[in-house]
T-cell receptor
Framework: AQSVAQPEDQVNVAEGNPLTVKCTYS??????LFWYVQYPNRGLQFLLK??????LVKGSYGFEAEFNKSQTSFHLKKPSALVSDSALYFC??????????FGAGTRLTVKP | DTEVTQTPKHLVMGMTNKKSLKCEQH?????MYWYKQKAKKPPELMFV???????INESVPSRFSPECPNSSLLNLHLHALQPEDSALYLC?????????????????FGEGSRLTVL
């Protein structure tokens, strides 16, 4: 079965510094990988996805993610963090059975 | 219109009540989903409808009963729930359905219905 893992429960960065939220995957076949963000008491918002093509994927709000096949990783990055980026981030993988499976989530806190 | 609309936003019910959660999308999506999310946890898949037919049921207890009246609407009927069923219930939709090919697109989520069972 397809799965993703987020090794960090919490990531803290200072405003203006680069941020990285880690995700590794385990899939059979081609991976279809996604990042979502969730603000308190809200639904999930789509940030970006990797289906095929360039390993560096650009998404919403200045976020990008790098697909690395040899390391089976799909880390989320942003060059300069904002306090408003503080939220819960989920990595996800699309399954051939038409469902989407989420990682455990990483809480990002950006301090002024 | 790129929204998934869920009602009600909040619901409090007793263990003997019958209530329903509703979800609507007008993006022409052919797959719709129900997820359950507990606090500080990832969403857990409950049901998937593809072309208005139930395609996935993740062994959800029968006190949760999904219904897809048409391609735009998805309901979740609730009956005899337990306090541990209290959670945020998320509806989502996607353009593709694996019934007609590999689904690779993103899911669009509603804001959720926060359910409290007393």
């Amino acid at each position: 079965a397809q799965s993703v893992a987020q090794p960090e429960d919490q990531v803290n960065v200072a405003e203006g510094n680069p941020l990285t939220v880690k995700c590794t995957y385990s899939v059979s076949g081609n991976p279809y990988l996604f990042w979502y963000v969730q603000y308190p008491n809200r639904g999930l918002q789509f940030l970006l996805k990797y289906i095929t093509g360039d390993n560096l994927v650009k998404g919403s709000y200045g976020f990008e993610a790098e697909f690395n096949k040899s390391q089976t990783s799909f880390h989320l990055k942003k060059p300069s963090a904002l306090v408003s980026d503080s939220a819960l981030y989920f990595c996800a993988v699309r399954d051939n059975n038409n469902d989407m499976r989420f990682g455990a989530g990483t809480r990002l806190t950006v301090k002024p | 219109d790129t929204e998934v609309t869920q009602t009600p936003k909040h619901l409090v019910m007793g263990m003997t009540n019958k209530k329903s959660l509703k979800c609507e999308q007008h993006m022409g999506h052919r797959a719709m989903y129900w997820y359950k999310q507990k606090a500080k946890k990832p969403p857990e898949l409950m049901f998937v409808y593809s072309y208005e037919k139930l395609s996935i049921n993740e062994s959800v207890p029968s006190r949760f009963s999904p219904e897809c009246p048409n391609s735009s609407l998805l309901n979740l009927h609730l009956h005899a729930l337990q306090p541990e069923d209290s959670a945020l219930y998320l509806c989502a939709s996607s353009q593709e359905s694996s019934l007609v090919g590999l689904a690779t697109g993103e899911l669009f989520f509603g804001e959720g219905s926060r359910l409290t069972v007393l």
